[in-house]
């Protein structure tokens, strides 16, 4: 079977809730990395099959580059682990909905499926500012939002509310 056949036959498994949770939960983990690190909690995996492929927490802070968020890193964690660029067998799981760089990053790795905890009204571009996902680009990832949303929203609030008093 050819890559364009392979393509054709694949069909991602039916979403599972519980699978949905498992795998925010450990983005959750990633995304207090990167709190306990002075970033804005943000974290993100890349799933194939049930197994964990990349793994990403913003950096932006540390690195002093505004492309070190977590879902480009987990992205190209889960590249270098399958030796490929294109992740059309993936979910990416991120807690936060993903800007426009990484929707991008989402459609050009031809990610089928990308599940967020928490809304992003000023920058979300997966439906809540705008959904790049919805426009005429040659790939439409399928968005399951707010898994865990509040959890994940939290988090954030936590964050900057203990920036505030500094």
């Given amino acids: 079977m050819s890559g364009n056949e392979a393509w054709k ?3 991602l498994p039916e979403p599972s809730p519980a699978a949905d ?3 925010m ?3 959750m983990a990633l995304a207090r990395e990167a709190a306990a690190e ?3 909690p943000v974290g993100a995996v890349v799933v194939r099959a049930g197994e964990i492929v990349g793994r990403g927490r913003n950096r932006r802070e540390r690195d002093k580059t505004a492309l070190a968020h977590a879902e480009l890193e987990a992205i190209e964690d889960a590249c270098r682990t399958l030796g490929g660029w294109r992740l059309w067998q993936c979910v990416l799981y991120v807690t936060l909905e993903p800007c426009p760089m990484c929707a ?3 459609i050009n790795a031809r990610i089928p499926r990308v599940v967020y905890g928490a809304s992003d009204p000023k920058a979300g571009s997966c439906g809540s500012l705008v ?6 680009y040659n ?5 399951t939002s707010g898994v865990l949303g509040e959890e994940c929203a939290a988090l954030l609030r936590e964050f900057f509310r203990s920036l505030r008093p500094r």
């Avoid at 959904?131 to 005429?136: C, E, K, T």
């Avoid at 790939?139 to 968005?143: K, L, S």
Wanted: charged share 20%.
């Fill in 9 to 11: 036959a694949f069909t």
């Fill in 131 to 136: 959904n790049l996902f919805s426009l005429p």
């Fill in 139 to 143: 790939h439409h990832p399928a968005v």
């Fill in 25 to 27: 939960r450990e983005a």
């Fill in 21 to 23: 949770e498992r795998f």
């Fill in 38 to 40: 002075g970033e804005v």
């Fill in 104 to 106: 991008g990053a989402a």
